[in-house]
């Protein structure tokens, strides 16, 4: 019986070849189509969804409109993390981050060697960063790895990209000629994540 209605349609849609193949080509890209956007939907709610606490994490965003464009950006004085907490008690923690770009990252092994990378996309953060995001460390201090001033936290790539096989922890990496200490290596940020990382 099924070979019966393969035989129907199969003569149908040889009798008809243009209209049937306008129908299948039609409803292949209608398909392809639905499953992109579904894709894109899907990649777009999907941001900061792995912090736990992520309907309760608030970026505050500053406002500006002049004459030739209105302009919405997160930037604010460093006080304003501070000053907020007093204004609004709800508010458990705060941190600050501000973005580097074009980082000249360089690690001296000893007086010869010297390893430079010129890396995007890393952030100096203060002590709440840990506190806000859920970020798991895989290596050193897990309770507040940045508890001290000039100390700096890596992401497992560009520890294993720097270092190799060797451990990072306790040692010194310079930005732009500023050292820091090495107190913990934390896994690579997911792209689904509105800040990106290396260090």
């Known amino acids: 019986m099924i070979k019966n209605y393969l035989t129907v349609i199969f003569r149908s849609f040889w009798r008809f070849r243009l209209y049937s193949l306008l129908n299948v080509l039609g409803l292949a890209i209608a398909l392809a189509?639905?499953?992109?956007?579904?894709?894109?939907?899907?990649?777009?709610?999907?941001y900061d969804k792995h912090f736990e606490k992520a309907d309760?994490?608030?970026?505050?965003?500053n406002y500006n409109y002049n004459s030739e464009r209105a302009r919405n950006w997160a930037n604010g004085a460093p006080l304003m993390a501070e000053e907020i907490v007093k204004f609004i008690p709800e508010i458990k923690n705060v941190t600050r981050m501000r973005p580097?770009?074009?980082?000249?990252?360089?690690?001296?092994?000893?007086?010869?060697?010297?390893?430079?990378?010129?890396?995007?996309?890393?952030?100096?953060?203060?002590?709440?960063?840990?506190?806000?995001?859920?970020?798991?460390?895989?290596?050193?201090?897990?309770?507040n790895p940045l508890n001290m001033p000039s100390t700096i936290v890596l992401t497992e790539s560009l520890a294993n990209k720097i270092f190799g096989d060797q451990t990072p922890l306790g040692k010194t990496i310079s930005i732009w000629g500023m050292p820091f200490n090495i107190t913990a290596i934390c896994d690579?940020?997911?792209?689904?994540q509105h800040f990106s990382s290396s260090t």
């Open 56 to 61: 309760m994490i608030y970026r505050v965003v």
């Open 100 to 143: 580097i770009q074009d980082a000249v990252l360089e690690y001296s092994a000893d007086s010869l060697n010297k390893i430079s990378h010129i890396e995007d996309g890393g952030f100096f953060v203060d002590s709440g960063f840990f506190k806000v995001f859920d970020v798991n460390i895989i290596q050193g201090n897990r309770l």
């Open 188 to 192: 690579d940020f997911p792209s689904t």
């Open 33 to 46: 189509v639905a499953m992109l956007i579904f894709l894109y939907v899907r990649e777009e709610v999907s």
